[in-house]
């Protein structure tokens, strides 16, 4: 599919709008999937190229709405631990074939919503995990990797919030404030990469009003409804997505 044609800003404008309403109101932990279903239509680096900005504006859209109402600790380890995390995921993505990323983002969205059916039903326990520095600079590292290959930051960042017992508030504020901070990082490695042109700025500015009506739908949401049917299609989205990009890149 042509990124720029009808069929395409049909598809984006869903990936974008989910991803904003995630970032704006649900903790960001599926905006990333804004770009696994982005990458069923164009190659995995334009996909993840246009989502950038976009993201970006996520962020300073939602950034004021929790002002100053982060857990600065946990913020400031996250930030530190992704800088590392980003830089070898830019080493890996520059040696790694179109392929390979597909196969990477499919894996990782169905690995995240396997660990939210598992944290779910008591399997799996983060709120019994370390909560110190050290453990936040780690954390932090996996959610740099990860936010670079796939802006899937979000599931490293809540296990470590999670084992904080951070507050529902302080934990949105925290995880805006974070993917803020790494997706600044990544515009460098973007760019030298080549993942970056005049073609998906022109198409992320396109989307822009979607990313910000999102936004404004999920702080809306945050307040006033139960994340449970909102997470349990986005979920279902990203399963179809993840496989299809995981048999697409294998085959």
Do not use: C
Request: aromatic content about 10%; glycine content about 12%.
């Amino acid at each position: 599919m042509e990124a720029g044609g009808a069929s395409f800003y049909a598809v984006a404008a869903v990936a974008v709008f989910v991803a904003a309403v995630s970032k704006g109101g649900f903790g960001s932990g599926a905006a990333f999937a804004g770009a696994v279903i982005l990458a069923l239509v164009v190659p995995p680096d334009r996909a993840l190229a246009i989502m950038l900005p976009l993201l970006m504006l996520m962020d300073a859209t939602a950034l004021p709405a929790f002002w100053r109402r982060w857990d600065g600790p946990a913020a400031r380890a996250l930030i530190l631990g992704a800088v590392p995390g980003v830089a070898l995921a830019a080493l890996v993505v520059s040696r790694a074939p179109a392929d390979a990323i597909r196969v990477l983002i499919g894996a990782i969205a169905l690995g995240f919503v396997a660990f939210q059916v598992a944290r779910s039903r008591g399997l799996v326990r983060p709120e019994g995990l370390p909560a110190g520095r050290v453990s936040g600079g780690i954390w932090g590292a996996v959610a740099g990797f990860t936010s670079f290959v796939s802006h899937a930051g979000g599931p490293p960042a809540a296990v470590y919030l999670l084992s904080r017992g951070v507050a529902k508030e302080a934990y949105q504020a925290t995880t805006v404030v974070t993917f803020w901070a790494i997706n600044l990082m990544k515009i460098g490695p973007y760019v030298a990469l080549g993942a970056v042109d005049t073609d998906t700025l022109w198409t992320a500015a396109a989307l822009a009003p979607v990313a910000v009506a999102g936004i404004g739908a999920g702080i809306v949401a945050h307040r006033v409804i139960s994340p449970v049917w909102y997470f349990r299609v986005t979920y279902t989205l990203l399963v179809v997505a993840g496989a299809r990009l995981v048999w697409t890149g294998v085959t």
